[in-house]
């Protein structure tokens, strides 16, 4: 396995299909690939045949705030620790600086094992309040 910090040679076409795949939000290539490389942080796994495994991402202003998203792990590989791995690589590209996410509804245990906790205060924009409402995202006011 290949661990990438940078976007040379990634698909992002297949980028795309795994977010597709596992029920996260996703746009086209071109879209992703400019949210990767706008990021502070990327995280690329591949296997020993150079194929996608998973991926995440992470935005920061590199002295105490950052955000960390698109998180993904290809469904055959799920479960074997890669979204750990990922997770790991990120969170040690940002040392000493708060670091926020939101987590798909009924996955926020796997975060809490990295010490994330759940927020008080949170609020979003979302450009489609009613997909996030329905997703369980957000709330209904």
């Given at each position: 396995?290949q661990v990438k910090y940078d976007c040379e040679g990634i698909?992002?076409?297949?980028?795309?299909k795994v977010l597709q795949i596992v029920g996260m939000a996703?746009?086209?290539?071109?879209?992703?690939?400019?949210?990767?490389?706008?990021?502070?942080?990327?995280?690329?796994?591949?296997?020993?045949?150079?194929?996608?495994?998973?991926?995440?991402?992470?935005?920061?202003?590199?002295?105490?705030?950052?955000?960390?998203?698109?998180?993904?792990?290809?469904?055959?590989?799920?479960?074997?620790?890669?979204?750990?791995?990922?997770?790991?690589e990120i969170l040690e590209k940002l040392p000493n600086i708060?670091?926020?996410?939101?987590?798909?509804?009924?996955?926020?245990?796997?975060?809490?094992?990295?010490?994330?906790?759940?927020?008080?205060?949170?609020?979003?924009?979302?450009?489609?309040?009613?997909?996030?409402?329905?997703?369980?995202?957000?709330?209904?006011?």
């Amino acid at each position: 396995m290949q661990v990438k910090y940078d976007c040379e040679g990634i698909d992002f076409a297949e980028v795309a299909k795994v977010l597709q795949i596992v029920g996260m939000a996703h746009h086209s290539a071109e879209i992703h690939r400019r949210a990767f490389e706008n990021s502070a942080v990327k995280v690329f796994l591949l296997n020993t045949n150079n194929q996608l495994i998973g991926f995440g991402r992470a935005i920061s202003d590199n002295a105490y705030q950052a955000a960390m998203y698109d998180i993904a792990v290809v469904p055959q590989y799920q479960s074997e620790g890669y979204g750990q791995l990922i997770v790991k690589e990120i969170l040690e590209k940002l040392p000493n600086i708060n670091v926020m996410l939101y987590a798909m509804p009924r996955k926020e245990k796997f975060y809490q094992k990295f010490g994330f906790k759940k927020m008080r205060t949170a609020m979003a924009r979302f450009q489609n309040s009613d997909t996030m409402i329905a997703k369980g995202f957000i709330e209904n006011e």
